[in-house]
C-alpha cells in the first residue's frame, strides 16, 4: 500500500485553470481541502471554469465552514485541474500514493 503525501496548490492567476500538480503524481485517492483565502475554487477537469459553472465548488459559503472533495482513483494528479476567484488562495491537496 502506497503513503500518504500532502502538497498544496497556490492559485497563480484568478479566472485560470490550472493542473493541480505540475509532476506526475498517481494517487489512488485525493482529497482537496482549502487552506487560506477569500475567493470560491472550483476543480475539476481542464475545462474546469467557475465563471461559467463548470467544476465542483470546493469553497462553503462566508458562514460556515469549507466541503473538502474526494476523487477515488487511480489518478493522476495532473489531470485535475483548479480554477480560483482570488489570487494566492491555496487548495492543500493530500492523497495516497497508487
Known sequence: MGQIRSISKTIATAGTAERL?????????????RTNGSGAIYWG?????????????LAGTTGG????AQINGPVDLTDVWVEGQTNGD???VTYMEA
Open 90 to 92: 491555496i487548495v492543500g
Open 45 to 57: 477537469g481542464s475545462t474546469v471554469l467557475r465563471s461559467a459553472g463548470r467544476g465542483i465548488r
Open 65 to 68: 465552514g469549507y466541503e473538502p
Open 21 to 33: 500538480s505540475a509532476t506526475s503524481i498517481r494517487a489512488a485517492w485525493v482529497k482537496l481541502d
